[in-house]
């Protein structure tokens, strides 16, 4: 099971950024896929999630309106378009889905965003 992030970078507030992760290793048509953050300090906190055919979409408060979570499943990808990003938004994100039958979090290596002038 791998997953890789990238996309991420440095960019003034209110830019964007579009985060990728490419998944393998398993039926990635058959998991929820989730972004998580974590910004120094604090605790890894759950970003938005897209549940199997993209039918259901979760966002946090804090991102909502700002951020887009989607995926191809053809291509065994889940993005997150960021827009009108902030100062707040900088932290290590990552992707992640949990593996029912081995009852395993699986989580990406992180890709950083950095929001400031």
């Known amino acids: 099971v791998q997953l890789v992030e990238s996309g991420g970078g440095l960019v003034q507030p209110g830019g964007s950024l579009r985060l990728s992760c490419l998944a393998s290793?398993?039926?990635?048509?058959?998991?929820?896929m989730r972004w998580y953050r974590q910004a120094p300090g604090k605790e890894r906190e759950l970003v938005a999630s897209i549940k199997r055919t993209g039918g259901s979409i979760y966002y946090a408060d804090s991102v909502k309106g700002r951020f887009t979570i989607s995926r191809d499943n053809a291509k065994n990808t889940v993005t997150l378009q960021m827009n009108s990003l902030k100062p707040e938004d900088t932290a290590v994100y990552y992707c992640n889905f949990y593996g029912r039958v081995s009852a395993t979090n699986y989580w990406g290596q992180g890709t950083q965003v950095t929001v400031s002038s």
């Open positions: 290793g398993f039926t990635f048509s058959s998991y929820e």
